[in-house]
């Protein structure tokens, strides 16, 4: 599976929209990104995955580039509750395991 | 339609002692896995399996064991507990369908003294 790239902090005010920026310049062309988030020591929530389109949900959306290098998780209006670490993952259709970095620790700041 | 469960959710044990956590789930997925996340980091794969009866190891398989006799039931044995066995395990399960993301259960935290 191809790595993904990720900062490790961000911090975004509440109400405001935020954006998690992932790379992932290895991709192969089966390989989908998958998002997820785990809220202080729960269990990883999945939010969105797409493969080359854009992707909306009633959680986020998914803005992938053009060549795949790249993508976005957007949350339109961030709450407290959104504070968590996000996790970038590229995974091949069917495949069966997933391979967890260190993703982003977003704080949602009243 | 209770997703994934994981038992127990705490857990101390001694060294040298074994024990096996519990996850089932009744989503019918045929694929299940096995994580541990220490303290800061990422989720390192134990183990996995696509369907019942057929399991392999992922990244840190070392001192686990799992089995799948049926698709609801994944559970994890350790057969001989190690302080660097202390960590948070979670199982999670997911269709073998594309356009599916993994279900994850709510952890259990197991401590080695």
């Known amino acids: 599976d191809a790595k993904t790239t990720q900062p490790p902090s961000m911090d975004c005010a509440e109400g405001r929209a935020a954006n998690l920026p992932c790379n992932h310049s290895?991709?192969?062309?089966?390989?989908?990104v998958y998002w997820y988030r785990q809220i202080h020591s729960q269990g990883p929530q999945y939010i969105i995955h797409?493969?080359?389109n854009n992707e909306t949900n009633e959680m986020a959306s998914l803005i992938i580039t053009e060549d795949r290098k790249s993508s976005t998780l957007i949350l339109p209006h961030a709450t407290l509750r959104d504070t968590a670490v996000y996790y970038c993952?590229?995974?091949?259709?069917?495949?069966?395991?997933?391979?967890f970095g260190t993703g982003t620790r977003l704080t949602v700041i009243p | 339609n209770a997703g994934v469960t994981q038992t127990p959710k705490f857990q101390v044990l001694k060294t040298g002692q074994s024990m096996t956590l519990q996850c089932a789930q009744d989503?019918?997925?045929?694929?299940m896995s096995w994580y541990r996340q220490d303290p800061g980091m990422g989720l390192r794969l134990i183990h996995y399996?696509?369907?019942?009866?057929?399991?392999d190891q992922g990244e840190v398989p070392n001192g686990y064991n799992v089995s799948r006799s049926t698709t609801e039931d994944f559970p994890l044995r350790l057969l001989s507990a190690a302080p660097s066995q202390t960590s948070v395990y979670f199982c999670?399960?997911?269709?073998?369908?594309?356009?599916?993301?993994?279900?994850f259960g709510s952890g259990t935290r197991l401590t080695v003294v």
């Open positions: 290895t991709i192969s062309g089966n390989e989908y």
């Open positions: 993952i590229v995974r091949v259709t069917g495949a069966n395991n997933l391979f």
């Open positions: 399996s696509v369907g019942a009866g057929i399991t």
């Open positions: 999670a399960s997911s269709p073998s369908t594309a356009g599916y993301g993994y279900t």
């Open positions: 989503m019918n997925h045929e694929y």
């Open positions: 797409g493969l080359k």
